[in-house]
Nanobody
Framework: QVQLVESGGGLVQAGGSLRLSCTAS????????MGWFRQAPGKEREFVAA????????YYTDSMKGRFTISRDNVKNMVYLQMNSLKPEDTAVYYC????????????????????WGQGTPVTVSS
């Protein structure tokens, strides 16, 4: 079955950096667009970033542009989220997800666009 396993979360001071990783198995990884979402306590899950099947296109929520970078390695079946200049408001559980349609030209930005989810990795940014 499809499994997505996130890692790399933790506690970091404001202004610091973290690199999240997501390892995929049970699917032909290079045939899937991938995304990162996050959910802060008491808030709805929100889109962070997405990347196309071959890494050729990416999309970010405006508040993350310039601070976060999504990338992927189709040999290792992994997707990454490099987070720099972290702020306390970035505190959340971060989830990686695989597009429910696999690959398509338009990157999904809604939770309903994704059919497979990891269990999440918590990120806490202290002020």
């Amino acid at each position: 079955q499809v499994q997505l396993v996130e890692s790399g979360g933790g506690l970091v001071q404001a202004g610091g950096s973290l690199r999240l990783s997501c390892t995929a198995s049970g699917l032909t990884f290079s045939f899937y667009n991938m995304g990162w979402f996050r959910q802060a306590p008491g808030k709805e899950r929100e889109f962070v970033a997405a990347i196309g099947w071959n890494g050729g296109n990416t999309y970010y929520t405006d508040s993350m542009k310039g601070r976060f970078t999504i990338s992927r390695d189709n040999v290792k079946n992994m997707v990454y989220l490099q987070m720099n200049s972290l702020k306390p408001e970035d505190t959340a559980v971060y989830y990686c997800a695989a597009d429910r349609q696999g690959l398509r030209g338009l990157l999904g930005t809604q939770s309903r666009d994704y059919g497979y989810w990891g269990q999440g990795t918590p990120v806490t940014v202290s002020s």
